[in-house]
């Protein structure tokens, strides 16, 4: 049974810092890819970063790029999110995710295998 557990989530007031991690467990994971989605009361849950196996490629939302970075220790099966500059519209359920079948990256939630149960994040004004 694959568990991912989020934590780091938390209030913070705007332009403040955030740092999500995401550890993985039941299996061990090989040349998967990772990412981190996010869902707002009243909206559709949408993408928000994604790294490959061996972190040398990421990719990001619009909104998020230049203050999000996601980062991986796979020998902890660990991912992470540094969130920098926080806007109230950033306030969501984060939800990280695997991809256990493809090591590239993917932004579409079904593209993805394995999920946690989310960690909210509020950001005030």
């Known amino acids: 049974q694959v568990q991912l557990v989020e934590s780091g989530g938390g209030l913070v007031q705007a332009g403040g810092s955030l740092r999500l991690s995401c550890a993985a467990s039941?299996?061990?994971?090989?040349?998967?890819?990772r990412g981190w989605f996010r869902q707002a009361p009243g909206k559709e849950r949408e993408f928000v970063a994604a790294?490959?196996?061996?972190?040398?490629?990421?990719y990001y939302a619009d909104s998020v790029k230049g203050r999000f970075t996601i980062s991986r220790d796979n020998a902890k099966n660990t991912v992470y999110l540094q969130m920098n500059s926080l806007k109230p519209e950033d306030t969501a359920v984060y939800y990280c995710a695997v991809r256990a079948r493809s090591s590239w990256i993917a932004i579409r939630g079904y593209e993805y295998d394995y999920w946690g149960q989310g960690t909210q994040v509020t950001v005030s004004s």
């Open positions: 039941g299996r061990t994971f090989s040349r998967v890819s």
């Open positions: 790294i490959t196996w061996g972190g040398d490629s990421t």
